[in-house]
């Protein structure tokens, strides 16, 4: 069975420094995909980056970045320079493939930026 | 870009009342969405796949009677909170894919549900 593992419920970070957001998954199937969203306090899911089972590079956006370790079944997002704005609630997603379109979350990491 | 639209943004209702929430994909075709639920700081749950034309797939624990979807077109799923109590009090958020494109999720802005 397909399982996301967010062990951080909340963290608190400096702004301007760097932070690493964790995410294990689980997943028998070779083809699969892994998303973050941002969820501010409005509600809206935010698409961060995505991670497909057989790219090769690490997926960068901009100030957020996908450490994939595939064999350790980790996909951290990383925020670089962090700002105020990126409070918020962060979710770890997966994408299976060889199955439907459905994405299941892992139960998300709240950031708080320190001023 | 692709937008998912959901309607309404916030919606109050009595015990016992029905209620209807849309999600359109306004410039793409879906042929799948999902409806997720989420309570106050919870992670997003998968209720059910709703797929056009065909009957909804219910994940396992979620009352198909209670929580009815239709997929009636390619941009177009309601999902309705038949007998509504309070405790279905929750975020409601609908999710799109267009086809071909592995990576690209879309989600609706999400529907307050507020049961008295």
């Known amino acids: 069975a397909q399982k996301i593992t967010q062990t951080q419920p909340g963290m608190f970070v400096q702004e301007k420094e760097a932070v690493t957001l964790d995410c294990t998954y689980d997943?028998?199937?070779?083809?699969?995909?892994l998303f973050w969203y941002k969820q501010p306090s409005s509600g809206e899911m935010i698409f961060l980056i995505y991670?497909?089972?057989?790219?090769?590079q690490n997926a960068t956006e901009g100030r957020y970045s996908l450490n994939f370790q595939k064999a350790r079944k980790s996909a951290n997002l990383v925020i670089s320079a962090s700002q105020l704005g990126d409070s918020a609630m962060y979710f770890c997603?997966?994408?299976?493939?060889?199955?439907?379109?459905?994405?299941?979350f892992g139960k998300g990491t709240r950031l708080h930026i320190l001023p | 870009g692709a937008v998912v639209s959901q309607h309404p943004s916030r919606v109050i209702c009595k015990s016992g009342t029905s209620v209807k929430i849309e999600c359109r994909s306004l410039?793409?075709?879906?042929?799948?969405m999902f409806w997720y639920r989420q309570f106050p700081k919870q992670s997003l749950m998968l209720m059910a796949t709703?797929?056009?034309?065909?009957?909804?797939?219910?994940e396992q624990g979620v009352e198909k009677d209670k929580f009815l979807i239709n997929h009636a077109s390619l941009t177009l799923s309601t999902l309705t909170v038949t007998s509504a109590h309070p405790e279905d009090s929750s975020f409601y958020i609908c999710?799109?894919?267009?086809?071909?494109?592995?990576?690209?999720?879309?989600f609706g802005e999400g529907s307050w549900l507020t049961v008295v």
């Open positions: 997943t028998s199937d070779p083809s699969y995909g």
């Open positions: 997603a997966m994408r299976d493939d060889w199955r439907d379109d459905k994405i299941i």
């Open positions: 999710s799109a894919s267009k086809t071909g494109e592995a990576y690209t999720i879309y």
């Open positions: 410039d793409f075709q879906a042929t799948t």
């Open positions: 991670q497909g089972s057989y790219d090769q």
């Open positions: 709703s797929n056009e034309g065909s009957k909804a797939t219910y």
